[in-house]
């Protein structure tokens, strides 16, 4: 059922809805907003959510969702110039600030499983020692071959095993070469730049709610 408003109601229902999208903007960045999130805030208001759509998509296309973000990225420069007036302090501080608001990657270790975490690396020490029991249990006392199908099988087991431990720390070897390399990107761009690396967190943050909404 449709609302009837006088001009000066629609007036400030167009402004709360400009603000409502500028604050989700704000949140996820242009790309991700979903108009149809912010029409259900103001179903059986008065404006149908065609009418929601064109006053979104009319404060973009003017420009005020952009200005919206640069006020906020300078606000942004200068509360951090306030917080720390010493560059190289202010550079070390957004290089961490920037590595916190990445995605998370999936350590080893933060494989989940049954119960909780399991440890990758325990795991394959466990397989590890399965296969030297089970070798150890294909030969005879004196050392020689007892079951030679099953001392072949443990021993292929064993090195599979092996091949992705090493794997593994080759993985995690690349993992702390790139955060490295994106801490020390990120001091170099905010001791020469500090709008664009405020511009940068400001994106990183909303591609990460974005992903998580």
Known sequence: ???????????????????????????????????????????????????VYRWVDAMVKDGRAGQHLARKVRAAVAERAKRHPVPMDAAAHVAAEVMANLPVLVSPDDIAGCGGTISAIGQLQDCMHAARQVMKHARTTDGDVRMAKTLLTAS???????????????????????????????????????AVTERILMRLGQATRALGA
Request: charged letters at 30%; hydrophobic letters at 45%; aromatic letters at 2%.
């Open 156 to 194: 292929e087991h064993l090195r599979r095993c092996l091949e992705t431990t090493a794997r593994l720390a080759e993985a995690m070897r690349s993992v702390a070469e790139v955060d490295r390399f994106h801490q020390a990107v990120m001091e170099e761009v905010a001791r020469e730049a500090p």
């Open 1 to 51: 059922m449709s609302v009837s408003i006088t001009s000066a109601q629609r007036a400030a229902l167009r402004a709360e809805v400009e603000a409502a999208a500028l604050a989700e903007i704000e949140r996820v960045g242009p790309e991700a907003l979903n108009k149809n999130c912010v029409a259900k805030r103001f179903a059986r208001r008065g404006a149908s959510p065609a009418t």
